[in-house]
């Protein structure tokens, strides 16, 4: 099973942007679908993006035409640029193959 770490979180103000990295070891993100979640506490995990085999996204209606997903096959990474943040965008991130999650990287957006 490979193992997914997150990167890139951080504090950023309302409307500003934030690339989010996972990188995956001992498996590779070219041959998986892809996706990215968050959590906020007490709530349940909610998946902002994913990402197909063949490159296909699906994003949800929160963060349509704001969060862009992309995978670097040689790079094994999946990314998730964010923009026009929102406070309502704070949150744990996590990346996922649909086995493996990484451990989360916080994103905190200020108004």
């Known amino acids: 099973q490979g193992q997914l770490v997150e990167s890139g979180g951080g504090l950023v103000q309302l409307g500003g942007s934030l690339r989010l990295s996972c990188a995956a070891s001992?498996?590779?993100?070219?041959?998986?679908?892809m996706g990215w979640s968050r959590q906020v506490p007490g709530k349940q995990r909610e998946v902002v993006a994913t990402?197909?085999?063949?490159?296909?996204?699906n994003y949800a209606d929160s963060v349509k035409g704001r969060f862009t997903i992309s995978r670097d096959n040689a790079k094994n990474t999946v990314y998730l640029q964010m923009n026009s943040l929102k406070p309502e965008d704070t949150a744990v991130y996590y990346c996922s193959d649909g086995v493996a999650w990484g451990q989360g990287t916080q994103v905190t957006v200020s108004s």
């Open positions: 001992g498996s590779s993100v070219s041959i998986y679908a």
């Open positions: 990402i197909t085999r063949r490159g296909s996204t």
